[in-house]
Protein backbone atom coordinates (compact mmCIF):
# COMPACT_ATOMS: atom_id res chain seq x y z
CA UNK A 1 0.00 0.00 0.00
CA UNK A 2 2.67 2.12 0.48
CA UNK A 3 4.52 1.79 -2.42
CA UNK A 4 1.31 2.71 -4.14
CA UNK A 5 1.00 5.76 -1.82
CA UNK A 6 4.12 6.86 -3.03
CA UNK A 7 3.91 6.14 -6.43
CA UNK A 8 0.80 8.26 -6.50
CA UNK A 9 2.44 10.93 -5.31
CA UNK A 10 5.36 10.94 -7.25
CA UNK A 11 3.34 10.62 -10.59
CA UNK A 12 1.33 13.96 -9.33
CA UNK A 13 4.11 15.77 -9.07
CA UNK A 14 5.76 15.06 -11.54
CA UNK A 15 2.87 16.07 -13.77
CA UNK A 16 2.19 18.98 -12.25
CA UNK A 17 5.87 20.08 -12.35
CA UNK A 18 6.00 18.46 -15.79
CA UNK A 19 9.51 16.53 -14.64
CA UNK A 20 8.94 13.37 -16.02
CA UNK A 21 11.24 12.48 -18.79
CA UNK A 22 9.44 11.84 -22.25
CA UNK A 23 8.53 7.72 -22.81
CA UNK A 24 9.38 7.17 -18.89
CA UNK A 25 7.15 4.86 -17.56
CA UNK A 26 4.87 6.45 -14.94
CA UNK A 27 5.81 4.99 -11.41
CA UNK A 28 1.93 4.85 -10.42
CA UNK A 29 1.64 2.27 -13.41
CA UNK A 30 3.70 0.08 -12.37
CA UNK A 31 2.76 0.26 -8.55
CA UNK A 32 -0.87 -0.40 -9.11
CA UNK A 33 -0.25 -3.71 -11.43
CA UNK A 34 -1.95 -6.59 -10.80
CA UNK A 35 -3.65 -4.84 -7.62
CA UNK A 36 -7.04 -2.62 -7.02
CA UNK A 37 -7.30 0.46 -4.63
CA UNK A 38 -9.90 -0.15 -2.92
CA UNK A 39 -11.66 1.53 0.64
CA UNK A 40 -11.82 -0.77 3.45
CA UNK A 41 -13.35 -0.33 6.86
CA UNK A 42 -9.87 1.10 7.77
CA UNK A 43 -9.38 3.17 5.03
CA UNK A 44 -7.55 2.41 1.60
CA UNK A 45 -6.11 -1.16 0.83
CA UNK A 46 -4.55 -2.21 -2.06
CA UNK A 47 -6.08 -5.49 -3.50
CA UNK A 48 -4.86 -8.58 -5.79
CA UNK A 49 -6.73 -7.98 -9.02
CA UNK A 50 -8.24 -11.76 -8.39
CA UNK A 51 -9.97 -10.07 -5.49
CA UNK A 52 -11.62 -7.39 -7.70
CA UNK A 53 -15.28 -7.00 -7.20
CA UNK A 54 -17.02 -8.55 -9.69
CA UNK A 55 -20.03 -6.52 -12.00
CA UNK A 56 -22.39 -7.28 -10.03
CA UNK A 57 -20.60 -6.02 -6.74
CA UNK A 58 -19.62 -2.74 -8.48
CA UNK A 59 -23.51 -2.01 -8.30
CA UNK A 60 -22.69 -0.95 -4.35
CA UNK A 61 -20.71 1.99 -5.80
CA UNK A 62 -22.91 2.94 -8.81
CA UNK A 63 -24.67 6.28 -8.13
CA UNK A 64 -27.20 5.48 -11.36
CA UNK A 65 -27.78 8.65 -12.88
CA UNK A 66 -30.33 10.62 -15.15
CA UNK A 67 -29.35 14.34 -15.39
CA UNK A 68 -30.40 15.04 -19.55
CA UNK A 69 -32.53 17.96 -19.28
CA UNK A 70 -35.02 16.38 -21.04
CA UNK A 71 -35.54 13.60 -18.61
CA UNK A 72 -39.60 12.80 -18.52
CA UNK A 73 -41.64 10.79 -15.48
CA UNK A 74 -41.61 7.34 -17.39
CA UNK A 75 -37.59 7.67 -17.42
CA UNK A 76 -37.15 8.65 -13.39
CA UNK A 77 -39.58 6.10 -12.76
CA UNK A 78 -37.44 3.19 -14.77
CA UNK A 79 -34.11 4.67 -13.34
CA UNK A 80 -35.77 3.72 -10.01
CA UNK A 81 -37.19 0.32 -10.46
CA UNK A 82 -33.40 -0.79 -11.94
CA UNK A 83 -31.85 1.09 -9.15
CA UNK A 84 -34.24 -1.18 -7.01
CA UNK A 85 -33.17 -4.32 -9.16
CA UNK A 86 -29.24 -4.22 -8.88
CA UNK A 87 -29.08 -2.32 -5.59
CA UNK A 88 -27.67 0.52 -6.67
CA UNK A 89 -26.17 3.15 -4.45
CA UNK A 90 -28.08 5.87 -5.46
CA UNK A 91 -30.16 7.44 -8.00
CA UNK A 92 -28.62 10.84 -9.32
CA UNK A 93 -31.43 12.78 -11.10
CA UNK A 94 -32.00 16.68 -11.74
CA UNK A 95 -33.75 18.17 -8.41
CA UNK A 96 -37.13 18.73 -10.45
CA UNK A 97 -37.32 14.91 -9.95
CA UNK A 98 -35.81 14.42 -6.21
CA UNK A 99 -40.03 14.31 -4.94
CA UNK A 100 -40.88 11.88 -7.61
CA UNK A 101 -37.47 9.27 -7.12
CA UNK A 102 -38.23 9.97 -3.28
CA UNK A 103 -42.08 8.31 -3.80
CA UNK A 104 -40.54 5.48 -6.10
CA UNK A 105 -37.46 3.99 -3.42
CA UNK A 106 -39.96 4.34 -0.26
CA UNK A 107 -38.36 1.43 1.61
CA UNK A 108 -35.49 0.51 -0.22
CA UNK A 109 -31.75 1.16 0.81
CA UNK A 110 -31.30 3.24 -2.46
CA UNK A 111 -30.72 6.61 -1.88
CA UNK A 112 -31.73 9.94 -3.32
CA UNK A 113 -28.87 12.30 -4.69
CA UNK A 114 -29.42 15.75 -6.76
CA UNK A 115 -26.94 18.25 -8.53
CA UNK A 116 -26.79 21.77 -7.18
CA UNK A 117 -25.32 24.94 -9.22
CA UNK A 118 -25.56 21.94 -12.07
CA UNK A 119 -23.91 21.91 -14.74
CA UNK A 120 -21.89 25.27 -14.58
CA UNK A 121 -21.07 25.90 -10.99
CA UNK A 122 -21.89 29.44 -11.87
CA UNK A 123 -24.27 30.46 -9.01
CA UNK A 124 -23.71 32.19 -5.93
CA UNK A 125 -23.17 29.73 -2.86
CA UNK A 126 -26.32 31.20 -1.54
CA UNK A 127 -27.96 29.43 -4.54
CA UNK A 128 -26.59 26.74 -3.98
CA UNK A 129 -27.20 26.46 -0.90
CA UNK A 130 -30.74 27.34 -1.28
CA UNK A 131 -30.69 24.59 -4.16
CA UNK A 132 -29.88 21.67 -1.43
CA UNK A 133 -32.21 22.86 1.71
CA UNK A 134 -35.03 22.27 -0.71
CA UNK A 135 -33.91 18.91 -2.39
CA UNK A 136 -33.04 17.59 1.23
CA UNK A 137 -37.00 18.50 2.64
CA UNK A 138 -38.17 16.57 -0.32
CA UNK A 139 -35.88 13.21 0.18
CA UNK A 140 -32.54 13.59 -1.24
CA UNK A 141 -29.57 12.24 0.93
CA UNK A 142 -26.88 13.26 -1.06
CA UNK A 143 -26.07 16.04 -2.82
CA UNK A 144 -23.60 17.00 -6.19
CA UNK A 145 -22.40 20.32 -5.74
CA UNK A 146 -20.30 22.13 -8.98
CA UNK A 147 -17.20 23.66 -7.64
CA UNK A 148 -17.25 27.88 -8.54
CA UNK A 149 -14.87 27.00 -11.66
CA UNK A 150 -14.16 30.69 -12.32
CA UNK A 151 -13.96 31.37 -8.64
CA UNK A 152 -10.53 28.48 -8.99
CA UNK A 153 -9.34 29.95 -12.53
CA UNK A 154 -8.90 33.27 -10.85
CA UNK A 155 -7.03 31.93 -7.57
CA UNK A 156 -9.84 32.93 -5.07
CA UNK A 157 -9.23 29.86 -2.97
CA UNK A 158 -11.07 31.59 0.02
CA UNK A 159 -13.83 32.16 -2.00
CA UNK A 160 -13.39 28.36 -2.99
CA UNK A 161 -13.21 27.56 0.56
CA UNK A 162 -16.21 29.73 1.94
CA UNK A 163 -18.30 28.27 -1.17
CA UNK A 164 -17.41 24.60 0.63
CA UNK A 165 -18.25 25.53 3.91
CA UNK A 166 -21.29 27.28 2.90
CA UNK A 167 -22.41 24.18 0.76
CA UNK A 168 -21.66 21.78 4.14
CA UNK A 169 -23.61 23.90 6.23
CA UNK A 170 -26.25 23.78 4.34
CA UNK A 171 -26.13 19.57 4.01
CA UNK A 172 -25.20 19.16 7.46
CA UNK A 173 -26.10 14.93 7.75
CA UNK A 174 -26.18 14.58 4.14
CA UNK A 175 -23.60 13.23 1.65
CA UNK A 176 -22.00 16.00 -0.35
CA UNK A 177 -19.77 15.63 -2.85
CA UNK A 178 -18.05 18.44 -5.05
CA UNK A 179 -18.00 17.87 -9.05
CA UNK A 180 -14.52 19.67 -10.24
CA UNK A 181 -14.93 19.77 -13.61
CA UNK A 182 -11.28 18.42 -14.23
CA UNK A 183 -11.19 18.75 -18.13
CA UNK A 184 -11.31 22.36 -17.65
CA UNK A 185 -8.93 22.50 -14.57
CA UNK A 186 -4.35 22.23 -14.44
CA UNK A 187 -3.26 18.84 -12.06
CA UNK A 188 -2.48 22.45 -9.46
CA UNK A 189 -5.98 23.44 -9.75
CA UNK A 190 -7.27 19.60 -9.53
CA UNK A 191 -5.19 19.06 -6.46
CA UNK A 192 -5.66 22.28 -4.28
CA UNK A 193 -9.45 21.90 -4.91
CA UNK A 194 -9.95 18.64 -3.76
CA UNK A 195 -7.32 19.45 -0.40
CA UNK A 196 -9.80 22.17 0.47
CA UNK A 197 -12.74 20.06 0.18
CA UNK A 198 -11.42 17.51 2.21
CA UNK A 199 -10.75 20.02 4.84
CA UNK A 200 -14.27 21.68 5.03
CA UNK A 201 -15.63 18.05 5.62
CA UNK A 202 -16.89 17.21 2.03
CA UNK A 203 -17.34 13.49 1.48
CA UNK A 204 -16.21 13.33 -2.01
CA UNK A 205 -14.49 14.77 -4.67
CA UNK A 206 -15.97 14.12 -8.62
CA UNK A 207 -14.55 14.07 -11.45
CA UNK A 208 -17.04 15.89 -13.79
CA UNK A 209 -20.73 16.50 -14.67
CA UNK A 210 -20.72 14.63 -18.27
CA UNK A 211 -21.78 17.83 -19.63
CA UNK A 212 -18.60 19.26 -20.80
CA UNK A 213 -15.35 18.95 -22.75
CA UNK A 214 -14.05 15.36 -21.13
CA UNK A 215 -14.82 13.11 -18.28
CA UNK A 216 -13.57 11.04 -15.67
CA UNK A 217 -9.50 9.55 -16.77
CA UNK A 218 -7.51 7.40 -14.50
CA UNK A 219 -4.72 9.91 -14.27
CA UNK A 220 -7.02 12.48 -12.99
CA UNK A 221 -8.68 9.93 -10.46
CA UNK A 222 -5.02 9.10 -9.17
CA UNK A 223 -4.84 12.71 -8.71
CA UNK A 224 -7.98 13.07 -6.86
CA UNK A 225 -7.03 10.24 -4.62
CA UNK A 226 -3.29 11.44 -3.71
CA UNK A 227 -4.45 15.01 -2.66
CA UNK A 228 -7.61 13.53 -0.23
CA UNK A 229 -5.86 10.54 0.95
CA UNK A 230 -8.08 8.36 2.87
CA UNK A 231 -9.94 11.51 4.05
CA UNK A 232 -12.83 11.45 1.72
CA UNK A 233 -14.16 9.35 -1.67
CA UNK A 234 -13.38 10.12 -4.78
CA UNK A 235 -16.33 9.62 -7.68
CA UNK A 236 -15.64 8.80 -11.25
CA UNK A 237 -18.24 10.02 -13.72
CA UNK A 238 -18.65 11.10 -17.42
CA UNK A 239 -17.30 8.70 -20.02
CA UNK A 240 -17.22 4.73 -17.96
CA UNK A 241 -19.56 3.08 -20.14
CA UNK A 242 -18.26 -0.91 -19.91
CA UNK A 243 -17.30 -3.21 -16.76
CA UNK A 244 -13.50 -2.59 -17.70
CA UNK A 245 -13.74 1.14 -17.21
CA UNK A 246 -15.18 0.77 -14.00
CA UNK A 247 -12.42 -1.19 -12.56
CA UNK A 248 -9.84 0.89 -14.18
CA UNK A 249 -11.37 3.61 -12.56
CA UNK A 250 -11.40 1.77 -8.83
CA UNK A 251 -7.65 0.58 -9.93
CA UNK A 252 -6.70 4.49 -9.78
CA UNK A 253 -8.86 5.26 -6.24
CA UNK A 254 -12.28 5.95 -7.40
CA UNK A 255 -14.52 4.82 -4.42
CA UNK A 256 -17.88 5.56 -6.30
CA UNK A 257 -18.92 5.80 -9.72
CA UNK A 258 -21.42 8.27 -11.50
CA UNK A 259 -22.75 6.23 -14.88
CA UNK A 260 -26.08 6.74 -17.25
CA UNK A 261 -24.74 2.99 -18.07
CA UNK A 262 -25.08 1.22 -15.06
CA UNK A 263 -26.66 -1.36 -16.82
CA UNK A 264 -24.26 -2.28 -19.14
CA UNK A 265 -21.69 -2.17 -16.22
CA UNK A 266 -23.47 -4.71 -14.15
CA UNK A 267 -24.61 -7.12 -17.09
CA UNK A 268 -20.82 -6.98 -18.84
CA UNK A 269 -21.80 -4.99 -22.19
CA UNK A 270 -20.96 -1.45 -23.12
CA UNK A 271 -22.57 1.53 -24.06
CA UNK A 272 -22.28 4.08 -26.87
CA UNK A 273 -22.44 7.88 -26.60
CA UNK A 274 -21.92 10.68 -25.06
CA UNK A 275 -22.53 12.59 -21.28
CA UNK A 276 -22.77 9.90 -17.80
Not at 6 to 18: C, D, I, M, Q, Y
Not at 191 to 213: I, N, P, Q, W, Y
Not at 220 to 249: F, N, P, Q
Amino acid sequence: MDTILRATASEVLARVEGTRPVGERPQLLAALEGTALLRSRSGLEARPVAQLPSSLDLAHLIDHTLLKPQACAVEIDQLCDEARTYGFASVCVNPLWVPRATRNLEGSPVRVCTVVGFPLGATTSRSKAEEAREALTQGAREVDMVLALGVAKSGDWEGVRRDFGTLREATSGAVLKVILETCLLTDEEKAHSCRLAAEEGLDFVKTSTGFSTGGATEADVALMRSAVGARCGVKASGGIRDYAGAIRMVMAGATRLGLSSSLAVVAGGKVDGEGY
